[in-house]
């Protein structure tokens, strides 16, 4: 069946770094678009970024523009997320999603604190 496992959340500092990953199965990943979201407690699930099923074409929500880089490695059915330069407000639950089936992986908290 389709699964989706998130990894690499933790806490990190303001101006710091992650790299968030989601390791898909169960589907042709090459051929489907993936997406990122986060959702805070109270708040909708909101759009992140989005990247075409071989690569080429990606974007990106204005709030994370120029900081967030998403990526896809198509030989380990890998999507990454790339987060520099975090905020406060970066904090929340990251989930992927495939566009197979709307399919949500479970979530990796964020936290940006000092």
């Known amino acids: 069946q389709v699964q989706l496992v998130e990894s690499g959340g933790g806490l990190v500092q303001p101006g710091g770094s992650l790299t968030l990953s989601c390791a898909a199965s169960g589907f042709t990943f090459s051929s489907y678009y993936m997406s990122w979201y986060r959702r805070t407690p109270g708040k909708e699930r909101e759009f992140v970024a989005a990247?075409?099923?071989?690569?080429?074409?990606?974007n990106y929500a204005d709030s994370v523009k120029g900081r967030f880089t998403i990526s896809r490695d198509n030989n380990k059915n890998t999507v990454y997320l790339q987060m520099n330069s975090l905020k406060p407000e970066d904090t929340a639950t990251y989930y992927c999603k495939t566009e197979y089936g709307g399919i949500w992986g479970q979530g990796t908290q964020v936290t940006v604190s000092s």
């Open positions: 990247i075409s099923g071989r690569g080429k074409n990606t």
